[in-house]
C-alpha cells in the first residue's frame, strides 16, 4: 500500500491530519462553522489518544466541545452567530489545532 511510504508518525495520526487538512479546504476567508466542528473533533480526538494530556489542554478541548456543538446546533438550524463568537472560534481554526498537535507529536508539550 501506498500509505506505507509515509512516515510512522503520519499513519499513526492520519485521522487527525484528515479533520485538520478538511478544516483548512473549508476555512476560505473566514472561520466557517463546519471547519470549527472537524477541528475541535480533531483535537479531541488527538488528545484523547495521547498518554499525557496537560491540565490546560484539557479545558482548551473540553470548551471546544462547546463551541463545536453551538455551531453545529446553528449551522444546522440555520441561525447567526455573534461576532464575538467568531473571533473566539478562532483558537480552534485550522492552524491553532495542528500547531498544539504538532507540539504534542515533538513532545514540547
Known amino acids: 500500500m501506498w500509505i506505507e511510504l ?11 491530519i484528515a ?8 476555512e476560505k476567508q ?9 477541528n475541535v473533533a480533531a483535537i479531541n480526538i488527538h488528545l484523547y489518544e495521547y498518554p499525557y494530556v496537560s491540565e ?10 462547546l463551541f463545536a456543538g453551538l ?5 444546522e438550524f440555520d441561525e447567526s452567530l455573534p ?11 485550522s492552524i491553532p489545532v495542528a500547531a498544539l498537535a504538532y507540539l504534542t507529536w515533538s513532545g514540547a508539550l
Open 83 to 93: 461576532n464575538w463568537y467568531y473571533t473566539a472560534a478562532w483558537a480552534y481554526s
Open 19 to 26: 479533520l485538520i487538512l478538511l478544516g483548512l479546504l473549508v
Open 71 to 75: 455551531a453545529l446546533f446553528t449551522y
Open 6 to 16: 509515509l512516515p510512522p508518525v503520519v499513519i499513526e495520526n492520519l485521522n487527525v
Open 30 to 38: 473566514y472561520i466557517s462553522r463546519p471547519a470549527i466542528w472537524a
Open 56 to 65: 490546560w489542554l484539557t479545558w482548551y478541548a473540553n470548551i471546544g466541545i
